[in-house]
T-cell receptor, first 113, second 112 residues
Framework: DAGVIQSPRHEVTEMGQEVTLRCKPI?????LFWYRQTMMRGLELLIY????????DSGMPEDRFSAKMPNASFSTLKIQPSEPRDSAVYFC???????????FGSGTRLTVV | GNSVTQMEGPVTLSEEAFLTINCTYT??????LFWYVQYPGEGLQLLLK?????DKGSNKGFEATYRKETTSFHLEKGSVQVSDSAVYFC???????????FGAGTRLAVHP
């Protein structure tokens, strides 16, 4: 298995633009998680899905952030409009069960200028 | 609620020194416990895990024992290498939906 695949690896965009981050989880995993990592705030859980259904989005910072999981093999995290304070590394992770832990993708480094 | 507390870093050691990174947790029920490692510029990788009391997880020379009586899962390695320099995260899963709760992370720097 290729692992959790995220795209793009790097994204530089101007303030006010829409940004879409993509994630392909490991086949067969039934849970998917989006995290944001910054030096100031560390690792933050934004939202997670179980069987493609959003379970908890309490970590989504504002209405500018939205996430979808239209099927078991694809998820997106969208920021519209983007702001400089959204600059961070965004990780996607997937999981099969409680005893297995998560498999993380390599992350998307987002820079909003 | 569930939470994980780990020692603040950075931890700075010389090569071949003994490493301990403390981790304690608060959880309802019987959590599964994990250590993740993040090398510079990379995502988090599962280092080791333990799913029930007294289990010992081990990988790449690292070990951690699930201690229910002290609610701890301390990470140890007998002889660290420069290549072990990274950020280490303690984490737990408890309850439904596989939600992983992370500690704040501990940065380890190993010098030759």
């Amino acid at each position: 298995d290729a692992g959790v695949i995220q795209s793009p690896r790097h994204e530089v965009t101007e303030m006010g633009q829409e940004v879409t981050l993509r994630c392909k989880p490991i086949s067969g995993h039934n849970s998917l998680f989006w995290y944001r990592q910054t030096m100031m705030r560390g690792l933050e859980l934004l939202i997670y899905f179980n069987n493609n259904v959003p379970i908890d989005d309490s970590g989504m910072p504002e209405d500018r952030f939205s996430a979808k999981m239209p099927n078991a093999s694809f998820s997106t995290l969208k920021i519209q409009p983007s702001e400089p304070r959204d600059s961070a590394v965004y990780f996607c992770a997937s999981s099969l069960g409680q005893v297995d832990g998560y498999t993380f993708g390599s992350g998307t480094r987002l820079t909003v200028v | 609620g569930n939470s994980v507390t780990q020692m603040e870093g950075p931890v700075t050691l010389s090569e071949e020194a003994f490493l301990t990174i403390n981790c304690t947790y608060t959880a309802t029920g019987y959590p599964s416990l994990f250590w993740y490692v993040q090398y510079p510029g990379e995502g988090l990788q599962l280092l080791l895990k333990a799913t029930k009391a007294d289990d010992k997880g081990s990988n790449k020379g690292f070990e951690a024992t699930y201690r229910k009586e002290t609610t701890s899962f301390h990470l140890e390695k007998g002889s660290v290498q420069v290549s072990d320099s990274a950020v280490y995260f303690c984490a737990l899963i408890s309850g439904g939906y596989n939600k992983l709760i992370f500690g704040a992370g501990t940065r380890l720097a190993v010098h030759p």
